[in-house]
């Protein structure tokens, strides 16, 4: 190569060099071009070899000229080659985010999932904001046969980035991969707005998505929402959708608010309110008795300027006040429809994001875009709390770790007196943490501990240290011990029956983190910060942890569960299955659903799996009709022991004919199985059809993967099969034929 | 660059990359419509971290312009 080069003597040893450099550059770029990859790669490695490399300009062409000949080779399928080119390299092109993802991508198409599954999770770590990083840890997964492991790549790398770019990428490739079981879990949004809003669908397509849920959308086109809702011929309600997405901006509902404010009237300012308001109370109100749709609304957003500018909160008329009154409005009118209208807190996550930065003028003035795409991702994730509620995609449970995750430093070490938790920083924040923790207790969120230590130091922290906020009361389970945390984990989930897909996992450790991560793909493991200030802040941005409404029941659960370990003890402690039921003294009250028991009835009808004859979802205004009408009832069963109040437990729906009842659902919560409840249940139900004159009551199976545990049920009460239909096996039973149990170990409750 | 423009309004849109060239316009394909129009911008100044005026919005009616306001955008 050297004899191409200019003979001149007065340039510089230098610029010779550098010269030269480019030169051999030059001729690489062509060999690539002719397929000559083994002569590129030497002379590429010779060029390498060479201290000239120091100048940064060679440098970046060089990278430029590695990075091409490896995307060459992988482009010609040439993976193996690819590889050891890539793993020859020295250091320096090493610290760089197209190394990893290049590598990857070999080992990825040489076969060699194990190693590019490695190199890119290595890659992602360190540039946590590359979306090709994570695609193709993504695609590695895929290949690996790891759905779970592929779709969790995607959920943190749109949590990481906010972008919408990551999300239109992770789209192609979550709707590109090889197992896609989403199909049988699906959702219908219509989305209804005054402005342009239809590009939120890419955003809740993925996150519905992630949760293997697959959405389909309805758009009404803008501005239509009025004329949707009141034709009960429109698209919206041939679409019957699940979910409806009402966003309303209040520059295109009330844009006097925006420059004529100090000019119009009071009279007539309040006036125009009323009016705009009833127009839009009108056409909710008529949609929301003539579907079953959950309604979301977002709640109205202040502007960033008022025409009083400084003076505007002390003026009578302020846009402030107009704001207020508008949401006044509109919680009346939720209230009003119960459940099926729901406030979306958009003025809080705009806040949250900046309303600045939540905005592009130039796509409003052109388009009427009140939303900049930059936004979407928190706009959509906010949605996403109510439909992962309505869905039972919500996590119950949080287990955490103890040494520097609920308080600081390590405790079989540092000792009680020195772990920092306390009013001191950095103590205060694993006090703040606590306290975050506590109130999701309060609302029913479970918690439970996985540490590595010996028990009697952990637990006396628990027990004694003045300023612990969590004790042991506010655990369902401790695992204090020296196992792995895999192990106890399952335990755990086991103990407190619940699926690992309801879990949120908590450790500072980054290891831990990745060990339940590759282990137990379905259990949630948020990245933590390495300063415990940011805890509290990784929680609250979680929207895994929501419930639609706060029933009774979730207030009480985390105590229930408490009462759900002592009774495992007790359970342990007596002899028979009799013996131990006879001791809880149970208390059982049987009572047909009304307005007050509706919630709850919904929400064990949509995620009770295993003591389910049929595993039927029905929706609140569906339930709602089968308890109003003639034709048939559903029962509710609600149970107290010695230890609390469990709620309600039970559910049946019996659709009614002359001589004949048919029970359509039979579904007990996992909360008490193996208490013969179900038998107590039966009989109620049986007794009520003598009473009524019936003279048959008929029952179906059908089988899930999850309730094999009641697959011989209607034949252990004396049922005889009776055909099937469709997928489900029938049975039938003679009211005068069947015996009932008397369950002297269940009292009735007469409430 | 036009590979990658190509890959960006193959992906928005929707549309298979072979029905798209350099030649295509919006009157081509009916996935473009006014409302894509805008995805397709937000793309491009997220992917190119560029910011698009609305003139260059509006004038943006084939991929040849669009390969044109890029370019001009990156180069300032």
């Known amino acids: 190569m050297k004899d191409i080069l200019p003979q001149d003597t007065n340039l510089t040893v230098k610029t010779k060099q550098k010269i030269s450099s480019f030169t051999i550059l030059l001729t690489i770029e062509d060999l690539i071009e002719k397929g000559l990859f083994s002569e590129a790669e030497k002379n590429l490695m010779a060029l390498l070899a060479d201290e000239v490399v120091s100048d940064p300009e060679i440098k970046s062409k060089m990278r430029t000229a590695v990075f091409y000949l490896a995307k060459t080779l992988i482009n010609e399928k040439k993976y193996e080659k690819a590889v050891r080119f890539l793993e020859s390299l020295c250091a320096d092109f090493k610290h760089n985010a197209e190394y990893f993802s ?250 949250k994001v900046g309303k600045e930065f939540a905005a592009d003028e130039t796509k409003r003035t052109l388009a009427k875009v009140e939303i900049a795409a930059r936004a979407m991702p928190f706009i959509a994730r906010d949605y996403m709390r109510f439909v992962k509620a309505i869905k039972f995609k919500n996590r119950k449970c949080i287990v955490l770790d103890l040494d520097n995750t609920l308080w600081g ?182 009572f047909q659903a009304d307005k007050f028991t509706l919630p709850r009835i919904t929400q064990l009808i949509n995620k009770t799996n295993q003591f389910n004859l049929t595993t039927k979802r029905y929706s609140e205004g569906e339930l709602r009709c089968l308890a109003e009408a003639s034709s048939s009832d559903v029962y509710g069963l609600k149970v107290k022991d010695i230890f609390g109040d469990i709620g309600i437990v039970g559910v049946i729906i019996n659709k009614k004919e002359d001589n004949c009842w048919y029970l359509d659902t039979f579904l007990m919560s996992c909360r008490v199985l193996g208490r013969k409840l179900e038998d107590f249940f039966l009989d109620y139900i049986i007794g009520q059809a003598t009473k009524n004159g019936v003279r048959e009551v008929w029952g179906r199976y059908i089988r899930t993967r999850k309730n094999s545990i009641v697959k011989s049920f209607y034949n252990d009460f004396g049922f005889s099969p009776a055909g099937t239909e469709n997928d489900a096996k029938l049975y039938s039973i003679g009211v005068s034929d069947y015996e009932p149990k008397s369950m002297k170990f269940i009292e009735i409750d007469k409430i | 660059m036009t590979e990658k423009i190509i890959d960006l309004f193959s992906s928005v849109l929707d549309v298979k990359k072979e029905k798209i060239t350099v030649e295509t316009s919006m009157d081509d394909l009916p996935e473009w419509d006014s409302l894509a129009h805008i995805s397709l911008v937000s793309a491009i100044e997220e992917e190119f971290k560029v910011s698009m005026s609305m003139d260059e919005i509006t004038s943006m009616l084939s991929i040849k312009s669009a390969i044109e306001i890029i370019s001009e955008l990156s180069n300032n």
């Open chain 1, 102 to 351: 290049l590598l990857g991508k070999s080992f990825n198409g040489a076969g060699d999932t194990k190693n590019a599954i490695s190199i890119l999770e290595e890659g992602c770590y360190r540039f946590q904001d590359n979306i090709e990083l994570y695609c193709a840890l993504f695609d590695a997964f895929d290949f690996d046969g790891k759905p779970l492991h592929a779709v969790n790549v995607l959920r943190k790398l749109t949590l990481s980035t906010n972008s919408p770019l990551a999300y239109r990428n992770a789209l192609q490739k979550i709707i590109s991969r090889k197992t896609d079981n989403a199909d049988k879990n699906k959702i219908k949004f219509a989305l209804l707005s005054n402005f342009t809003f239809d590009q939120i669908e890419i955003y809740l397509e993925l996150e519905c998505r992630l949760i293997n849920i697959k959405p389909e959308f309805y758009k009404a086109g803008y501005d239509m929402y009025n004329q949707e809702m009141l034709d009960l011929y429109s698209g919206l309600y041939g679409f019957q959708p699940d979910i409806v997405l009402l966003a309303i901006h209040t520059r295109q509902f009330f844009s006097e608010l925006y420059y004529e404010l100090c000019e119009i009237e009071t009279r007539k300012l309040w006036q125009l309110a009323r009016d705009r308001f009833d127009t839009l109370d009108k056409s909710i109100s008529f949609y929301a008795n003539n579907s079953k749709a959950t309604i979301l609304i977002n709640r109205f957003t202040l502007p960033t300027y008022s025409p009083f500018s400084i003076n505007d909160l002390m003026e009578k008329n302020s846009q402030e006040r107009v704001v207020n009154y508008l949401n006044k409005r509109l919680l009346s009118l939720c209230r009003k429809h119960g459940n099926k209208i729901k406030i979306v807190d958009t003025e809080r996550t705009l806040s």
């Open chain 1, 409 to 590: 430093g390590i405790v079989g070490e540092d000792g009680f007196e020195n772990i920092k938790l306390g009013i001191e920083p950095p103590g205060n924040a694993y006090v703040e943490f606590q306290k975050l923790l506590k109130s999701y207790f309060s609302k029913g969120i479970i918690l439970a501990i996985n540490s590595k230590n010996n028990f009697d130091d952990a637990i006396e922290v628990i027990r004694d240290h003045p300023d612990m906020i969590l004790r042991e009361e506010h655990f369902a389970c401790v695992k204090i011990n020296w196992k792995s945390k895999v192990d106890n984990l399952l335990e755990i989930a086991e103990e407190i029956n619940l699926n690992l897909d309801s879990f949120i996992f908590v450790d500072d450790n980054p290891a831990e983190r990745k060990l339940i991560r590759d282990k137990l793909p379905e259990v949630l493991v948020p990245e933590m910060p390495k300063d415990p200030s940011g805890y509290t802040e990784v929680l609250n941005k979680l929207n895994d942890l929501d419930t639609l409404y706060l029933t009774e029941e979730d207030k009480k659960r985390g105590k229930m569960y408490m009462g759900e370990i002592k009774r495992k003890y007790l359970k342990e402690s007596t002899q028979t299955l009799e013996e131990y039921l006879e001791t809880l003294k149970m208390k059982a009250h049987i």
